[in-house]
């Protein structure tokens, strides 16, 4: 059970960097209020009607509209470029959750090296009493 915890962690943590790090665009084409077309990573196909209308008309009736997403350029960030107050807060954090998981100590039992005596008789048996 530990093992599929650790490999989806692995493999969550895996496509987490991924798709930070992916750069896409969205295109969409409108004509008028209508989405005629939606693509990502390639052109939107057209409704057709660039050919038919003049220039003019065809400024007003379709529309394009590109969305790029740029992914993460960097992915390791030095300690060193945050400033002094994020430092702090980021050391007594870290220090303060790995004392969460220190373990209290143990109260010792006095009798814990000792042997219980052994039984002869079953004194219950022998007595007939029982709990009911």
């Not at 998981?101 to 009493?129: M, W």
Request: hydrophobic content about 40%.
């Amino acid at each position: 059970m530990k093992t599929f915890f650790q490999k989806s962690g692995s493999l969550l943590m895996a496509l987490l960097v991924l798709f930070s790090t992916m750069s896409f665009t969205v295109d969409k084409h409108f004509c008028g209020e209508i989405l005629v077309d939606q693509a990502v990573f390639s052109e939107a196909k057209t409704c057709g009607m660039h050919s038919d209308m003049p220039a003019s008309a065809e400024d007003e009736c379709c529309d394009e509209e590109k969305v790029s997403v740029e992914g993460q350029k960097e992915l390791k960030i030095s300690f060193d470029d945050l400033d002094l107050e994020k430092q702090v807060f980021l050391a007594s954090f870290t220090w303060s959750y790995a004392e969460l998981f220190e373990g209290e100590a143990q109260a010792e039992t006095p009798f814990f090296h000792y042997k219980p005596p052994l039984l002869v008789y079953d004194i219950h048996l022998l007595d007939e009493t029982f709990l009911i």
